[in-house]
């Protein structure tokens, strides 16, 4: 509780004023690129994979040079390379790869090589693969992923796995969780930057009524608002719910819901409120503790260094009073630290 109370103070009281929710960008603009990766603008994909070919092969294996290649190029470049890479030697470069890597390198390595959409869809199935269910991941990627990039991720997971998302998420969840996810999963939430007040008012009344002035909650209410509206929509349903409530939303949410319902709700929230500091209160929580959770690093780390990895280790700065990098360093070891810390843009 520590660590939602902060965030929500933090998001409540000092939200950024560049995000520009609720305003189009001007016309002819170039957004701003908040990655950490850029592209090599001398690359050659067959260089590229010629190293990697000496490295793979070197006594030991050369896991500086993997690093060096790999975590310093686009996704688009390392496309290219793992093409130039078979046609050069007729080997596949992910299946060598991993017959000498190991450990959390090795899947830091095998992240990078698949597409966003890869994946996304890659773990979104380890998240469902087995006995139990981790639902963190579920919400993390669902809930903060744009339509275009779900319908993708959907694709993919049916080229990949033989099966549809929704399949495998109504097998593995159930109740108003699996109604949530599979909301969000229609890729049909708006994503409009044009606020609509009159809306706003009415919705943020319907949740007052549906949650903190009834006993009971009526979670379909919170459930159809929260994965429909856009998240420059929510941002102002939170502010007209404060004239309504006797508390934030949400804090009301933390009080109404219960369980990964809530969790995942909770995700569309910070999300649309300040999307870098969610991604920075999941990596700090992957580090507190007695062991890392390396699965998460690696995921976010890898998945937000073309979109906003800037701007995450922005937040994790003020959020905590120290670096992501800093803390990286500590909690994890070897070609692993060096590979996160070259996905952060350290040189």
């Known amino acids: ?35 950490t990766i850029t592209p090599d603008p001398n690359f050659s994909a067959s260089r590229d994979a010629a190293a990697l070919q000496r490295a793979i092969e070197a006594k030991g294996v050369d896991e500086s040079a993997i690093t060096e290649i ?9 496309q290219q390379i793992k093409a130039a890479y078979e046609n050069d030697t007729g080997k596949d470069l992910v299946k060598t790869l991993k017959s000498v890597l190991k450990s959390h390198y090795e ?14 869809a890659y773990e979104l199935r380890q998240a469902m693969k087995g006995l139990g269910t ?48 599979l909301a969000l999963s229609k890729t049909s939430r708006s994503e409009d930057q044009d606020i609509d007040d009159g809306l706003a008012k009415s919705d943020a009344k319907a949740l007052y009524e549906a949650g903190e002035k009834k006993i009971g909650t009526v979670y379909s209410v919170f ?50 409120w300040n999307k870098p500091a969610y991604f920075a209160e999941r990596l700090h929580l992957a580090m507190k503790g007695a062991w890392a959770n390396c699965n998460t690093l690696t995921r976010i780390l890898v998945s937000r260094s073309e979109v906003d990895l800037k701007k995450i280790l922005q937040e994790y700065k003020r959020m905590y009073g120290k670096t992501l990098q800093e803390d990286i360093n500590v909690e994890t070891k070897g070609d692993y630290v060096k590979i996160l810390l070259a996905l952060c843009g350290d040189h």
């Open 223 to 272: 459930i159809d608002i929260l994965t429909s509206r856009s998240e420059a929509q929510l941002c102002k349903i939170f502010k007209q719910y404060d004239k309504l409530g006797t508390q934030g939303f949400p804090k009301a949410l933390e009080h109404e819901m219960k369980g990964d319902v809530e969790d995942c709700l909770m995700t569309l929230v910070k999300a649309a």
């Open 70 to 78: 790999l975590a310093r190029r686009t996704n688009a470049q390392r």
């Open 107 to 120: 899947d830091t390595v095998v992240a990078l090589l698949m597409n966003p959409a890869q994946y996304d």
């Open 134 to 181: 981790n639902e963190k991941v579920l919400n993390e990627i669902l809930g903060t992923r744009s339509n275009h990039e779900i319908r993708l991720l959907k694709t993919a997971f049916k080229e990949a796995y033989g099966a549809e998302l929704e399949h495998n998420i109504k097998g593995d969840t159930s109740g108003h969780y699996e109604t949530a996810l």
């Open 1 to 35: 509780m520590e660590f939602f109370n902060k965030f929500i103070k933090k998001i409540s009281d000092d939200k950024p004023k560049d995000d520009g929710k609720g305003k189009a960008p001007s016309k002819g603009s170039t957004p701003p690129y908040y990655g």
